[in-house]
Each structure stands twice: as C-alpha cells, then as structure tokens.
C-alpha cells in the first residue's frame, strides 16, 4: 500500500460560479516527489490551492491525516505561490526569519534555509534588488523555514535559466530523499523527468496518475509528453 500525504474523495470546486475541478480519487504519495502536469488553465493551482486550505471546495480532502485546512497544518505544509511575493524592503534574511516567525521558527532554522536555496551570500540584500529567479529562491527559503512535511511549489522552476532549474530539481530530489513530500506543478512535460509520480491534469480533470515508469510503461511511450498525448487519445477514444 502507498502511503499517502494526500488524499482527495469525490472534490469538485467551483470558481467564478464555475465548475473548475471534479476529481473522484486521487492521492499524494508520502516521501517523494510528485509532479503535477498540464496546460494553462487546466487546474494545477486550484488542486494546490485545495490541497493547502486556501480554496473552498466540495467533497473530502486529507492532508498528513487532517482535514484540509487545518490549523495543525500551518506549520507542516508550506506552500509557494506561482507568482511569489516577499517584501522588497526587508532584506533576503528578515523575508525569512519574518516567515519562520510566523511558524516558530529561529534565526538558526532561517540561516539554514537560506544555504538550503543557495542565498546566504545575498542575505543581507534587500530583497526589491533580486532577480526574479532569486526572488524565487527566497520565497522557497520561506516556505522551507518551518521545515514542513509536505511543500507544494506552484510552477517553481518558470523563468529560471537551466542551471538555476537543474540545482533547484536537485534541491527537491534531497529533500524527498529526508522524507519530505513535494508536489511540484508545472506546464512543462520535460519536467517531468525529475519527478518520481506524475499526475496529467486536463481541463479539470484528472487524465492520469501513476508513479512516472509506470506512465510510461503503460503507454509504451519514452518521455512525459508522449505519454500525455497517448492517455489524451485514449480518453478521445473512450
Ligand atoms: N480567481 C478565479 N476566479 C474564477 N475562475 C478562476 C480563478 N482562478 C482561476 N480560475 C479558472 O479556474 C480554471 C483553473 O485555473 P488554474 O487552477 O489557475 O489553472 P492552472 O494553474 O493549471 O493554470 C481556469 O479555467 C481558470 O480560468
Ligand atoms: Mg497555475
């Protein structure tokens, strides 16, 4: 039996007086790395959204064994938004001690995440003077304080230059490897590659999921991308 950090029965949301997202099953595995794939508009960041306790929602959704929202799972589940948001006139190491206070947590635990993310030689900039791709790293080192159990990333690596994406897959892969459950979305299939799970997320609805050799074993296909369009055309077919 997987063990799973998430576990979602029979949840449809609704935004703007629409039906956004129906998904009758669906569980996180506990310990790795689960991606969560499809194009724009497609519902990745309302299920992260659900997941984290943000968004209303119909039906039933567990996290770490409690009721999506819970209280107890402030300090357990950290959550990086697609477009992050730290304050630019604190410096990089106040954006993420002012975080970890809100979570109990240290000055120590905030110098490790920061060498976590590779950012301790800019921790005394402000932060309104990052690059966008160290801005990023800033709200992940935030989001990593606390030292959650689950830590849901929304589109992380968009706009990163290569080297910068290929560290931070590196990154998630040693945290999954401590025990740390990560699901990571991202509009780009070749992504997928880093990830031990994937869900296919497709207008709303899940397409498929399964650990990443079995998607592509199932569907005779050698990357993500291929594997996507064959479950597509299978549905088409159906
Ligand atoms: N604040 C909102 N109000 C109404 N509809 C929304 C809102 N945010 C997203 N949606 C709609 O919900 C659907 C899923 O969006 P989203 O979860 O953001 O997709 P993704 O993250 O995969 O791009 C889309 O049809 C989008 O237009
Ligand atoms: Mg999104």
């Known amino acids: 039996m997987m063990n799973s950090a998430v576990v979602m029965r029979d949840l449809s949301v609704t935004r703007g007086g629409r039906r956004v997202l129906t998904v009758d099953g669906l569980d996180v595995a506990a310990g790795s790395i689960t991606g969560l794939l499809g194009p724009s508009g497609c519902g990745k960041t309302t299920l992260m959204r659900t997941i984290v306790g943000v968004q209303r929602f119909a039906g039933s959704v567990s996290v770490l064994g409690l009721p999506a929202g819970s209280s107890e799972l402030r300090h357990r589940v950290g959550y990086v938004t697609q477009a992050p948001s730290v304050y630019?006139?604190?410096t990089v190491a106040e954006n993420v001690r002012y975080f970890g206070a809100m979570v109990g947590a240290g000055a120590d635990a905030a110098s490790a995440a920061l060498a976590a993310v590779d950012l301790t030689d800019l921790a005394g900039r402000r932060a309104?003077?990052?690059s966008?791709?160290?801005r990023a790293r800033v709200s992940l080192a935030a989001a990593l304080v606390g030292r959650p159990a689950l830590?849901?990333?929304?589109?992380?690596?968009?706009g990163l230059d290569p080297l910068l994406r290929r560290r931070l897959w590196e990154f998630f892969a040693e945290l999954a490897a401590g025990g740390t459950t990560l699901l990571v979305s991202s509009h780009v299939m070749d992504e997928a590659e880093h990830c031990d799970r994937l869900i296919f997320l497709r207008e709303g609805a899940v397409l498929a999921a399964d650990t990443r050799e079995g998607m592509l074993a199932g569907t005779g296909t050698t990357?993500?991308?291929d594997a996507f369009l064959a479950?597509?055309?299978e549905q088409v077919a159906a």
Do not use: R
């Not at 830590?151 to 968009?158: A, I, K, S």
């Open 128 to 130: 309104e003077q990052l």
């Open 231 to 233: 479950m597509l055309g």
């Open 151 to 158: 830590l849901v990333l929304d589109e992380p690596t968009v």
């Open 88 to 90: 630019g006139d604190l």
């Open 223 to 225: 990357s993500a991308e």
């Open 132 to 134: 966008g791709g160290q």
